[in-house]
C-alpha cells in the first residue's frame, strides 16, 4: 500500500518561499511509469494542479505557476519537494502530494498540509 | 489550458435518490477522466478513472459514462456516507484541471 505524507512549514510570511517535502512509503519514487505531483486547494474552494515530478526526475509545472515553482526529490529518502517563492495571501491553501498515473490520475494521496501565507 | 465545466455546482438530495453529475471538457478528451470524492478535512478519494472504471473498494452504486467532451457520474441510490463534493478530473494533458466541483447535500 503505497502511503503518501506532506510536511513543511504551516506558516510562511509574505514574498517568501514555500518549501514543502512529501515522504513515500510503500512504493519507489523511481518506479517506472508514475508521476509525483502536488495539488493544493484555497479554503472553500477547488483543486488546482501544481505540477509533476516525472520517474526519470523531469518535471513540468502549471504555466499559472512555472515562473514560480520547481519540484526536486531525494530518492535515498524516497522524498519529493515542492518550494514556491514569491508567495502571498493567494498561495494560502491545503497542498497535497499525490501519485499520478498518466491519463488515469490520481490514485494515491497524502492527507494534505494547510500553509497559512501571512505576516 | 482544457476547461472543465461541472454541474450542478450543488444539489439537494435524500438518501435513496439517483444523483446525477456532469462534467463537460472544452476538448477532447477521449477517456481520459476521473471522478473523485472529498469529504470535509480530506484529501480528494478517486471513484473512477478511464471514465467508467470503478476504483477498487468503490460501491457499486457509483458508475461513470461518456467520452470525448461529455461525461456522466451518477450514485444509482444515495448512501448517508455519500453527502460531499464531487470532482471531475481531466487526465488526457498536462496542465491536469478540475471541475469546479458539485457539493451533494442532504435534502
Known amino acids: 500500500q503505497v502511503q503518501l505524507q506532506e510536511s513543511g512549514p504551516g506558516l510562511v510570511k509574505p514574498s517568501q518561499t514555500l518549501s514543502l517535502t512529501c515522504t513515500v512509503s510503500?512504493?519507489?519514487?523511481?518506479?517506472?511509469?508514475?508521476?509525483w505531483s502536488w495539488i493544493r486547494q484555497v479554503p472553500g474552494k477547488g483543486l488546482e494542479w501544481i505540477g509533476f515530478l516525472s520517474y526519470d526526475g523531469s518535471t513540468y509545472f502549471n504555466p499559472s505557476l512555472k515562473r514560480r515553482v520547481s519540484i526536486s526529490r531525494d530518492t535515498s529518502k524516497s522524498q519529493f519537494s515542492l518550494k514556491l517563492s514569491s508567495v502571498s495571501a493567494a498561495d494560502t491553501a491545503v497542498y497535497y502530494c499525490?501519485?499520478?498515473?498518466?491519463?488515469?490520475?490520481?490514485?494515491?494521496w497524502g492527507q494534505g498540509t494547510l500553509v497559512t501565507v501571512s505576516s | 489550458d482544457i476547461q472543465m465545466t461541472q454541474s450542478p455546482s450543488s444539489l439537494s438530495a435524500s438518501v435513496g435518490d439517483r444523483v446525477t453529475i456532469t462534467c463537460r471538457a472544452s476538448?477532447?478528451?477521449?477517456?481520459?477522466l476521473g471522478w473523485y470524492q472529498q469529504k470535509p478535512g480530506k484529501a480528494p478519494k478517486r471513484l473512477i478513472y478511464?471514465?467508467?472504471s470503478l476504483q477498487g473498494g468503490v460501491p457499486s452504486r457509483f458508475s461513470g459514462s461518456g467520452s470525448g467532451t461529455e461525461f456522466t457520474l451518477t450514485i444509482s441510490s444515495l448512501q448517508p456516507e455519500d453527502f460531499a463534493t464531487y470532482y471531475c478530473?481531466?487526465?488526457?494533458?498536462?496542465?491536469?484541471?478540475f471541475g469546479q466541483g458539485t457539493k451533494v447535500e442532504i435534502k
Open positions: 499525490a501519485r499520478d498515473i498518466p491519463y488515469v490520475g490520481f490514485d494515491y
Open positions: 478530473l481531466q487526465q488526457n494533458t498536462y496542465p491536469r484541471t
Open positions: 510503500g512504493g519507489s519514487i523511481t518506479s517506472g511509469g508514475y508521476y
Open positions: 476538448q477532447d478528451i477521449r477517456n481520459h
Open positions: 478511464a471514465a467508467s
